[in-house]
């Protein structure tokens, strides 16, 4: 199935009721002609999932070894991809864009359809994000896919969202102690909102994103029985979730690149729809949807 962003609702508000949202054409410039020929000719270092580019620091790694032009070239093209979703993400979600931090930019070159490897790295079974190379800190995984494949769709199912499933699986993957908040989950929001600042960096945060991240890869319900959506996604075609907050797989596809912003809770239209609030009512032992 595929969608077009015809909705009549803003883009944040879709993204928060965790909608993937997707861009028949890609919104924002993207590498052609001999640019695009060179990055899909580049392969892997025999190692890595994908090659990555921290646009913070300029570090990139999973890239074959190649002549320090090459290298250049390659780092610069995602770069410039950063920086032209960058740039579009400041004018379509000024909310996000002035509170995130940059992560890390994967460029996937290797065809997902029959890829053999470790169930705990795979994308091809259903999961919620976690972190990965950087702490999320409580901050939700806003995620910018291109289709940059000029032949070839990329496909994905997805599943059920984060609330869901901490409602069908909070005791198995609670630790006894974790996250347990010094005063009601609600009250600690408030006053947080109320000041204007986040609370405590939160590391059990990221630890227990983590456990949802690995137990859904291996939950029957989740992979067999839970409702699905396929979602087809043609040449040059771009899409947008929250990848922390609906569950997603990759089934086949060649050279997507995306870009994550890490998107703090008090950015959201309504903080309540954030992965943290999701996790704090979770903690407080009660993930019901509350009432605003
Ligand atoms: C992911 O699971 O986050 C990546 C999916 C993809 O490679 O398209
Ligand atoms: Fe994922």
Redesign the pocket.
């Known amino acids: 199935m595929t969608q077009t962003a015809t909705s009549a609702l803003p883009l944040d508000e879709r993204l928060e009721r965790g909608e993937l949202v997707v861009f028949e054409r890609c919104p924002f410039a993207l590498p052609a002609g001999e640019d695009l020929r060179f990055l899909l000719a580049r392969e892997l270092d025999g190692v890595s999932k994908s090659i990555t580019l921290f646009p913070a620091s300029g570090l990139m790694g999973g890239h074959r070894p190649e002549s320090r032009a090459e290298v250049a070239r390659l780092k610069g093209l995602l770069a410039e991809f950063n920086r032209e979703a960058t740039a579009w993400l400041a004018r379509a979600l000024p909310r996000y864009h002035a509170a995130m931090r940059l992560g890390p930019l994967r460029f996937?070159n290797v065809e997902?359809r029959g890829r053999n490897y470790d169930p705990r790295l795979t994308?091809a079974l259903l999961h919620v994000?976690a972190n990965s190379d950087q702490a999320a800190l409580g901050d939700s995984f806003l995620r910018v896919?291109v289709n940059i494949n000029p032949e070839q769709v990329?496909e994905?199912v997805t599943s059920e969202q984060l609330p869901a499933l901490l409602d069908r699986w909070g005791d198995r993957v609670r630790e006894p102690g974790e996250g347990a908040p010094a005063m009601p989950t609600r009250l600690r929001l408030r006053l947080g909102r109320a000041l204007g600042i986040g609370l405590p960096a939160e590391t059990s945060y990221d630890r227990l994103m983590m456990r949802l991240h690995f137990f859904g890869k291996t939950d029957p319900y989740l992979q067999e029985q839970a409702p699905k959506t396929r979602w087809v996604f043609q040449p040059g075609s771009a899409w947008l979730v929250f990848?922390d907050i609906v569950s997603?797989a990759?089934v086949s596809?060649r050279y997507?690149i995306d870009q994550t912003y890490l998107t703090p809770a008090e950015s959201f239209r309504d903080i309540e729809r954030s992965a943290r609030a999701a996790i704090e009512r979770f903690w407080a032992g009660k993930t019901a949807t509350l009432p605003i």
Do not use: K, L
């Open positions: 996937r997902e994308g994000d896919f990329r994905w990848s997603h990759v596809g997507a």
